[in-house]
């Protein structure tokens, strides 16, 4: 089994920044994408970001230039800074992870965090 665990949601104000985590831990063998999704209020899940082994990033539009994902191999830990944060972004924020275990393939998420933007 595959445990991701995120950290650092919370409440921040319009142009503000906060910086969330996720750490991955369990049966994993290889990690290709890990990247953190969002969900508001009656909307669809959607990307926000992801972050490949080599390092290559994806951002979604509304979020490039504000937002940073990042990730730390050795510890199978993604960051996402974001910073200049608007209401629009309320959302809560998922983390997810597409690999290899021992045998099979794995596409895990986290619980979520949620992260507030008050105007």
Wanted: a positive charge.
């Amino acid at each position: 089994q595959v445990q991701l665990v995120e950290s650092g949601g919370g409440l921040v104000q319009a142009g503000g920044s906060l910086r969330v985590s996720c750490a991955a831990s369990g049966s994993i063998f290889s990690i290709s994408v890990m990247g953190w999704y969002r969900q508001a209020p009656g909307k669809q899940r959607e990307l926000v970001a992801s972050i490949g082994s080599g390092g290559s990033t994806n951002y979604a539009d509304s979020v490039k230039d504000r937002f940073t994902i990042s990730r730390d191999n050795a510890k199978n830990t993604v960051y996402l800074q974001m910073n200049s944060l608007k209401p629009e972004d309320t959302a809560v924020y998922y983390c997810n992870l597409r690999g290899w275990g021992p045998v099979n393939p794995l596409n895990a998420w986290g619980q979520g965090t949620l992260v507030t933007v008050s105007s």
